[in-house]
C-alpha cells in the first residue's frame, strides 16, 4: 500500500494541466468520467485536478483505473514508464 501512495503521489506530481485535460478527454469518451465531473475537476488547480481524478477513478473500480492507465500510456508515456505503472 505504501508504494502504491507513493506511486500516486508521484503521478499528481508529474500531471501537467495539458496531460490531465487530454486524460479527462479520453475517460469522458470512453464513459468512465460524466461531463459533470469532467467539468467540476476542468474547474481546479494544477494539482488538484490531477488528485481528483485519481481519486474518482479508483473510486469506480479496477475497470476505471486500467482505463486511466491506458490513457496516461497513450498521452505520456515516459510518465506511465517512470511509475512502472504495467
Do not use: M, W
Amino acid at each position: 500500500a505504501a508504494a502504491n501512495q507513493s506511486r500516486t503521489i508521484q503521478l499528481i506530481q508529474g500531471l501537467s494541466d495539458v496531460t490531465v485535460d487530454q486524460l479527462l478527454d479520453r475517460l469522458y469518451d470512453q464513459g468512465v468520467i460524466s461531463e459533470e465531473e469532467k467539468d467540476v475537476i476542468r474547474a481546479q488547480t494544477r494539482a488538484n485536478k490531477a488528485r481528483q481524478l485519481i481519486d474518482r477513478v479508483h473510486r469506480k473500480g479496477p475497470d476505471a483505473v486500467s482505463c486511466l492507465k491506458t490513457a496516461l500510456h497513450e498521452v505520456d508515456p515516459f510518465l506511465f514508464n517512470s511509475l512502472n505503472l504495467t
